[in-house]
Nanobody, 127 residues
């Protein structure tokens, strides 16, 4: 059974950095997902897209709210997608989820595009 597993969340102070990981487990050497996205959901708010990347690394997209602070990348050999987050702000506090799709493209604006989701990892930014 294929699963998406997030890790790397935690409690940090404003201005600090974190790197989240999303690993596809149970798929053997090849992930079934041709694109992976990160979404986040803050308390009382709707889930919003953060970044996405295709399996061939030919396309990546970042939401305007986090551009120049967050960067998505992929290590295909490890079936892992990373979200490097710099200069974190209190408004970045949320549960971060990764989603996978068998489609060959991705978008941070279309949540229903993604077939499967992980359980999420909590990121809290507070002084």
């Amino acid at each position: 059974q294929v699963e998406l597993v997030e890790s790397g969340g935690g409690l940090v102070q404003p201005g600090e950095s974190l790197r989240l990981s999303c690993t596809t487990s149970g798929s053997g050497a090849t992930t079934p997902y041709r694109a992976i996205a990160w979404f986040r959901q803050a308390p009382g708010k709707a889930r919003e897209g953060v970044a996405c990347i295709t399996s061939d690394n030919n396309y990546a997209e970042h939401a305007d709210a986090i551009k120049n602070r967050f960067m998505i990348s992929r290590d295909s050999a490890k079936n892992t997608v990373y979200l490097q987050m710099h200069n974190l702000k209190p408004e970045d506090t949320a549960v971060y989820y990764c989603g996978g799709t068998i489609a060959g493209m991705c978008s941070v604006n279309i949540e229903r595009w993604y077939d499967d989701w992980g359980q999420g990892t909590q990121v809290t930014v507070s002084s």
